[in-house]
């Protein structure tokens, strides 16, 4: 028998109902008789694994074909030409043949080249459907295949990075902290698996149904101060031309992401956003590779020019004044305490009195953060009847966290920028001031072993049961953050009060749905005209 057949039945055992289910080397293979032709295929439907056997057979619509109905879901499959026809994984056929009225299978594999390239082709199904399932089915494949399932993240990168209309989201972002959690604390294939979803299914939601949005190809020379100025101009194509020189005059990540920073660090805007992806988009091609770089720098680019430019409205003028006095001569010793209630403007005088002291002034500041975290109080978040600009949560307490985590380590690497990292800090504590909850005491949420705490909340990011990609982005980037700036910072006296913080936050969950103050805002919205 040639190599790879295998007899495995007779056409008498077919039967009156013209099939068979088989077993061969540990596998379950459904046969099938239409007319002179016999089918095989795998018996497990690729939907949700409900047997093919129990299915119907019927003619399709051309003439000679054969489709394959699962009854379970409806899904059928064209046994002649292998396409699905209602549905969207492939289902796996056999090559069969008849001799002397036996039926013989041909089982053997594609080349491992062939699956793997199937398993990314599969993959871009999956995306156009947005079956989170198939995502996952399709990335084992690969992997089984002998393929490195980090390329499936770099295939989505590609695909999506155009769609985003503001540039780079969470979806990036979470990126570097998903496989962070996957390179250090995965346990087995399955959870090795879990944080690669969450990457593509992120992916996948922020950029669906969205028109592609090409970058201009235009290319010019690399210049740090024309990047910045591009930007500050929100010159897209400008900015865009900038960095496709720097990217094709083979410049590092360090010298890119100097003038990156230098762009997101520019204004206080985008609630923190700016900087943040900054940081995340280097540890994402730095985890993925060169070959990301262009995707998501061009992203990134996109997000700087459209960010918005909050030291431009009343609430924080006083920003650009006080960078502007910056001066590095204050020298009153400063502490977290010395935040408690203050202002915008108040908070940002209060850093030009200690602008000699960066180190002591960043520990005094992330330790004011980690206070009012702990210390926000829940009812601003669940009120109804409050207007648009008191629509304030969790996460305007959480980025203040995720924020400092960012602008110390970019302000580390470009020192430059650190009065302007640590003033925008200022500003989220002037922001969030008044919204405090006197009652909430630090010893209730107080957290005895701290290395327990984290790979607790770690572990469940594994099966956490949030519906939302975003939501679920945010926990793995807190949590991230947290451990981070607990670990940076071994002598701080505010660690327990940043523990205690993090453990209230993973035990009252935001609020994810908000109908009636929607209802009320709107209602009073449309009355204003």
């Not at 900054?278 to 700087?304: D, M, N």
């Amino acid at each position: 028998m040639t190599e790879g057949w295998r007899e495995v039945a007779s056409l008498e055992e077919l039967g009156p109902r013209g099939r068979r289910l088989v077993k061969v080397e540990g596998r379950q293979i459904a046969l099938f008789r239409s007319g002179d032709s016999v089918f095989a295929c795998n018996n497990r439907c690729p939907h949700e694994g409900y047997p093919l056997i129990e299915g119907s057979l019927a003619e399709g619509r051309d003439p000679g074909s054969c489709v394959l109905t699962c009854n379970w879901h409806n899904w059928k499959f064209d046994l002649v030409g292998g396409e699905t026809l209602v549905g969207g994984d492939r289902l796996r056929r056999y090559p069969a043949r008849v001799i002397e009225g036996r039926i013989q299978l041909d089982l053997s594999e594609p080349p491992a080249e062939v699956r793997r390239q199937a398993a990314l082709e599969g993959l871009a199904g999956a995306f156009r459907r947005n079956e989170r399932d198939r995502m996952a089915r399709e990335v084992a494949r690969l992997e089984h295949a002998g393929g490195d399932p980090l390329d499936a993240l770099r295939r989505a990168v590609e695909w999506t990075h155009e769609r985003f209309e503001f540039g780079t989201t969470h979806a990036l972002a979470a990126l570097p902290d998903w496989l962070r959690l996957r390179d250090e604390r995965a346990d087995g294939p399955a959870e090795r698996l879990v944080p690669l979803i969450e990457v593509l299914d992120h992916l996948n939601w922020d950029s669906l149904r969205e028109p592609a949005r090409p970058f201009p190809e235009a290319r010019a020379p690399w210049s740090a101060p024309a990047l910045v100025e591009a930007v500050e101009a929100e010159d897209e194509a400008a900015a865009v031309a900038v960095l496709r020189g720097g990217l094709a005059e083979g410049l590092e990540l360090e010298a890119l992401e100097a003038a990156l920073a230098a762009a997101a660090l520019a204004h206080y805007q985008d609630f923190g956003h700016s900087a943040i992806y900054t940081l995340k988009s280097r540890q994402a091609i730095e985890r993925l590779g060169p070959e990301v770089a262009g995707p998501i720098l061009l992203a990134l680019v996109r997000s700087l020019v459209m960010a918005q430019r909050e030291d431009r409205i009343p609430e924080f003028r006083a920003y650009a004044p006080a960078l502007a006095a910056w001066d590095g001569r204050g020298d009153r010793p400063v502490e977290a305490a010395d935040f408690r209630g203050l202002g915008v403007r108040q908070a940002l005088a209060r850093c030009l009195e200690s602008s000699a002291r960066p180190d002591q002034l960043q520990s005094a500041l992330l330790g004011a953060a980690a206070e009012q975290w702990l210390c926000f109080d829940l009812a601003v978040e669940r009120r109804t009847d409050n207007p648009v600009s008191q629509n304030v949560g969790w996460l305007d307490f959480t980025h203040p966290v995720t924020f400092a985590n960012a602008a110390r380590r970019l302000s580390a690497r470009h020192p430059a920028l650190r009065p302007a990292a640590l003033l925008q800090l200022a500003c989220f504590l002037g922001r969030n001031a008044t919204y405090r909850d006197e009652a909430v005491a630090e010893a209730d949420w107080a957290v005895a072993d701290p290395e327990a705490f984290f790979a607790e909340h770690f572990r469940r990011l594994f099966d956490h049961g949030v519906p939302e990609p975003i939501v679920a982005a945010h926990l793995v980037k807190v949590l991230t953050a947290v451990e981070q700036e607990w670990r940076a910072h071994p002598d701080a006296p505010w660690r327990p009060t940043l523990l205690a913080a993090a453990r209230r936050f993973l035990d009252n969950p935001p609020k994810r749905r908000h109908g009636l103050r929607l209802a009320h805002q709107a209602i009073g919205f449309v009355e204003a005209e």
